[in-house]
């Protein structure tokens, strides 16, 4: 599998942007899907994950500002990040986990190459 993501950009403190991310090959289906992100001289963390029924995780820092969201049938990733401040500037990474290509062929992770957001004050 190869993920594109797009959507990242400068932006002014309490700001918007949507992330965009796209797995492509020749997918059957894919479990989970998620975003992370990493700042400069930090961890890489969680920012939000997707199931494959729907269902949604967040991390602290994402929580009631941040929305993931999936197309399914187009194996696309949505993150509307909204109320965005200086401190969600990293580069944003997106996963994939659970990849099936075939009944018999599959890979189980999967990352982006990054988006840069970042957020001035």
């Known amino acids: 599998v190869q993920l594109q993501a797009s959507g990242g950009g400068l932006v002014q403190a309490g700001g918007s942007l949507r992330l965009s991310c796209v797995a492509s090959?020749?997918?059957?289906?894919?479990?989970?899907m998620g975003w992370y992100r990493q700042a400069p001289g930090k961890e890489r963390e969680l920012v939000a994950v997707i199931a494959g029924g729907g269902s949604t995780n967040y991390g602290d820092s994402a929580k009631g500002r941040f929305t993931i969201s999936r197309e399914k049938a187009k194996h696309t990733m949505y993150l509307q990040m909204n109320s965005l401040k200086p401190e969600d500037t990293a580069v944003y990474y997106c996963?994939?986990?659970?990849?099936?290509?075939?009944?018999?062929?599959?890979?189980?992770?999967?990352w982006g190459q990054g988006t840069l957001v970042t957020v001035s004050s």
């Open positions: 090959g020749s997918i059957r289906s894919i479990n989970a």
């Open positions: 996963n994939v986990n659970g990849v099936y290509y075939s009944d018999y062929d599959w890979e189980s992770d999967a």
